[in-house]
């Protein structure tokens, strides 16, 4: 049986090296793996990508459209955490001819972030990428044995964007939607840490309920379990591939 095409779609302030690990795993495994470089993100894979000039949740579809029509991407299984997942559900509403029955959230933005994050993420237009990296690994994170390591991939995911202005813009849209905003008849999958600051469990759960599934929680880890527990993660994708 042939096995479906994967496509990750990572997070806000991230790129590709958010689910390297996660994606390898599947790689090894002869799983054929697409992790694009979504703007505001620079492209660092230097691949022949969509350009996106609104930052809004018909953009970000009509970007992962594009993507998958350019690659010629045979019905992928969307995998998107945070703000991926979002741009998952937006793509899985807006385009659902062209991604497959099965969807993965991961740390799913179930309802809009706390009033910290909702704060810091308009102050990504003028604050230091170092310094923005810095306080969100430290809020978010929580095996703290893991932060140096964590924070090294964060600072190369933020090297560069698109524009200030374009990060500015990703950061509203960020904490302007939810999952529940989007209407989809997919087979939904939610993942997320057991300590995630962002969404709590009985959020999670009530999304999930929303779209007839049973969250699986993995211990430890917070909302960056891609980073916290990343072959653990893909496991608990892989019971339902």
Same mark, same amino acid.
């Given at each position: 049986?042939?096995?479906?095409?994967?496509?990750?779609?990572?997070?806000?302030?991230?790129?590709?090296? /958010?689910?390297?690990?996660?994606?390898?795993?599947?790689?090894?495994?002869? !799983?054929?793996?697409?992790?694009?470089?979504?703007?505001? #993100?620079?492209?660092?894979?230097?691949?022949?990508?969509?350009?996106?000039?609104? $930052?809004?949740?018909?953009?970000?579809?009509?970007?992962?459209?594009?993507?998958?029509?350019?690659?010629?991407?045979?019905?992928?299984?969307?995998?998107?955490?945070?703000?991926?997942?979002?741009?998952? #559900?937006?793509?899985?509403?807006?385009?659902?001819? +062209?991604?497959?029955?099965?969807?993965?959230? +991961?740390?799913?933005?179930?309802?809009?972030?706390?009033?910290?994050?909702?704060?810091?993420?308009?102050?990504?237009?003028?604050?230091?990428?170092?310094?923005?990296?810095?306080?969100?690994?430290?809020?978010?994170?929580?095996?703290?044995?893991?932060?140096?390591?964590?924070?090294?991939?964060?600072?190369?995911?933020?090297?560069?964007?698109?524009?200030?202005?374009?990060?500015?813009? #990703?950061?509203?849209?960020?904490?302007? !939607?939810?999952?529940?905003?989007?209407?989809?008849?997919?087979?939904? !999958?939610?993942? #997320?840490?057991?300590?995630?600051?962002?969404?709590?469990?009985?959020?999670?759960?009530?999304?999930?309920?929303?779209?007839?599934? *049973?969250?699986?929680?993995?211990?430890?880890? /917070? $909302?960056?379990?891609?980073?916290?527990?990343?072959?653990?993660?893909?496991?608990?994708?892989? *019971?339902?591939?």
């Amino acid at each position: 049986m042939k096995k479906p095409v994967l496509l990750f779609v990572h997070g806000f302030r991230g790129n590709h090296l /958010g689910l390297k690990e996660t994606a390898d795993f599947f790689r090894e495994k002869g !799983y054929e793996c697409y992790a694009p470089d979504i703007p505001p #993100a620079f492209n660092t894979q230097k691949e022949k990508v969509p350009g996106l000039k609104e $930052h809004t949740a018909d953009a970000y579809a009509k970007w992962m459209a594009d993507y998958i029509i350019e690659k010629k991407l045979d019905h992928p299984i969307l995998i998107g955490h945070s703000m991926g997942s979002i741009i998952s #559900a937006a793509t899985a509403e807006k385009y659902p001819e +062209l991604i497959n029955e099965k969807i993965f959230f +991961l740390s799913p933005i179930s309802v809009t972030p706390p009033k910290f994050i909702c704060h810091l993420a308009p102050l990504s237009v003028i604050l230091p990428n170092k310094l923005i990296g810095y306080l969100t690994t430290k809020y978010l994170l929580i095996q703290k044995d893991k932060f140096k390591q964590v924070l090294d991939v964060t600072y190369k995911c933020t090297e560069k964007f698109t524009s200030k202005m374009d990060t500015g813009r #990703a950061a509203k849209f960020s904490i302007s !939607y939810a999952i529940s905003d989007f209407k989809f008849n997919k087979t939904a !999958y939610f993942i #997320a840490g057991e300590k995630d600051k962002l969404n709590s469990q009985e959020q999670v759960k009530a999304v999930a309920k929303k779209f007839n599934s *049973k969250p699986a929680f993995i211990k430890n880890s /917070g $909302h960056l379990v891609n980073y916290e527990e990343p072959i653990i993660l893909a496991e608990e994708i892989a *019971k339902n591939l």
